[in-house]
């Protein structure tokens, strides 16, 4: 396999992660911790820190959660880029990409901050999704293009080497 083949998907992923670092860096310089700013009648820029998972799963719990979460995200970053190696078909890479992108990204916090840094709140009145971040919407796009890759399997873009 080419250092090609292996590069372009890296490239994403290194994207992802220095996006996902740096507005999460502005909105820490920008917004004290636990407060926000809205923005719109239905979106708040806030930035809070949430030690749990997706949907601040676990996030009570006294801190182990955080290295469970951690060697979690490397683990299967690490899968991820084995199967970009064994997967010379560009869409599929790229969602593997975009996943890893924003593991590592959450995992970064985790390791410097000790909890992800989440910025994005969308809500109707008191009615809150959980804030999250761009590592988040990384992770939800990257398995959003392998569900498309598997129900199109033949599309020209899924069998297109990178």
Not at 62 to 84: C, D, E
Not at 148 to 161: C, D, G, I, Q, W
């Amino acid at each position: 396999m080419s250092k090609l083949t292996v590069t372009r998907p890296m490239a994403i992923a290194m994207g992802a992660v220095l996006l996902d670092q740096l507005t999460k860096a502005i909105v820490a310089a920008l917004i004290p911790l636990n407060s926000g700013v809205e923005i719109l009648p239905f979106f708040t820029l806030v930035h809070v820190l949430n030690p749990g998972a997706a949907f601040s799963f676990l996030s009570e719990q006294p801190g182990w959660q955080r290295w469970l979460f951690t060697v979690f995200g490397l683990i299967v970053s690490a899968i991820l880029a084995i199967l970009i190696r064994r997967n010379p078909k560009a869409l599929v890479s790229c969602g593997y990409a975009f996943i890893i992108g924003g593991a590592i990204a959450n995992v970064s916090d985790r390791l410097w901050r000790g909890a992800v840094v989440d910025w994005l709140d969308f809500h109707i009145g008191s009615l809150h999704w959980p804030a999250f971040n761009l590592a988040d919407s990384f992770i939800f796009v990257g398995v959003a293009v392998l569900v498309y890759a598997s129900f199109f399997p033949t599309s020209k873009a899924h069998l297109e080497r990178h």
